[in-house]
């Protein structure tokens, strides 16, 4: 029963996390930005830590007195989802390569995951959780309906959960397919570096290792010529660029096609993970976004004229 309780407040602060992220990031950015990890409304980190003051401050005696001075819940708050931030980054990082968040550029942080101003913050709202949000939610004596918890509990936990593996499917395919086409089209621009590198140079010294006398050198050499040799260096570059050209369009095309088959929400996350720490990621999600680019200007141009058209 208070498991079912303390689920359904995570799903509460979840939600409540989400909106506060969404209205700051819209007004931010002046664009609609539907913030989260997840598909549904609800942002998890901040129901995690909301849960997991709530419990800290029932459970624990010293600070379970209704008196605690404001400046004691602002320090455990701060610490608390400073730890909370940097463990979900880490593992975020780990697991998808990525990171949705990066503090780099803002004073005295963290490896990028946390950074004072933003834990000062969370301290400050601790404090109004703790003293309005959690009194209000004690009031509501949530143990005497054990059915509604257990039941809305259920009902959040099905939903929850199949969000959570949907998500987790969606951006698994997403970077796994940006890292593939990112090797793929590297190995294929290695094995055209490597054909130009069978340059006139190469062929020479192989042709004259083959011979073992010195007269058979000489004939090599005298039929071998300069000029021999720069004609063949100039039909390599022509092949190494047609080679590249061609190689090079087909990824495109590849890209574009993928680009165009992409859900809602892996445009979403690729638009969203502030960055790739591997190089493949990296590069896969920059021709990935080139291609969703194109994909809407061209989108756009034939908006453009079928308006004119009418």
């Known amino acids: 029963m208070i498991i079912a309780a303390y689920f359904v407040n995570f799903i509460v602060f979840s939600f409540m996390g989400w909106v506060w992220e969404t209205v700051y990031c819209t007004f931010k950015t002046k664009h609609w930005q539907n913030r989260g990890f997840l598909y549904g409304p609800v942002c998890p980190i901040y129901g995690t830590a909301a849960v997991t003051a709530l419990i800290v401050f029932n459970f624990v005696p010293v600070l ?5 001075a404001s400046w004691k819940i602002f320090l455990i708050c701060a610490a608390g989802s400073a730890v909370i931030e940097y463990t979900t980054s880490y593992v975020l990082e780990k697991i998808f390569h990525a990171v949705w968040w990066d ?7 963290v490896n990028g995951r946390i950074c004072l101003p933003a834990t000062c913050g969370f301290g400050l709202a601790g404090i109004v959780i703790v003293r309005y949000l959690f009194p209000f939610i004690r009031s509501l004596h949530q143990e005497n309906r054990p059915l509604l918890n257990e039941g809305l509990s259920l009902f959040f936990m099905f939903l929850f959960a199949m969000d959570l593996a949907l998500t987790i499917a969606s951006l ?3 970077i796994t397919k940006m890292e593939s086409y990112s090797r793929e089209f590297n190995a294929r621009m290695e094995a055209g570096v490597e054909i130009a590198q069978q340059g006139p140079a190469a062929t020479l010294q192989a042709a004259k290792a083959a ?4 007269a058979e050198t000489a004939v090599i050499g005298a039929y071998v010529t300069a000029s021999d040799l720069k004609d063949y260096a100039a ?3 022509g092949e190494m660029k047609e080679y590249a050209t061609g190689k090079a369009g087909e990824m495109s ?12 929400r892996q445009k979403y996350h690729l638009n969203s993970i ?9 590069a896969g999600a920059e021709k990935l976004k ?4 194109a994909l809407q200007e061209k989108l756009g141009t034939a908006a453009d004229r079928a308006e004119r058209r009418k």
């Open 64 to 68: 379970n007195t209704g008196s605690l």
């Open 103 to 109: 503090y780099s550029k803002v004073p005295l942080n």
């Open 172 to 174: 698994t395919e997403l």
């Open 211 to 214: 011979v073992s006398s010195a």
């Open 235 to 237: 039909g390599k570059a």
């Open 253 to 264: 095309e590849r890209m574009r096609r993928y680009a165009a088959g992409m859900s809602p």
């Open 274 to 282: 502030q960055e790739f720490r591997n190089a493949d990621g990296k």
């Open 290 to 293: 080139e291609a969703l680019a």
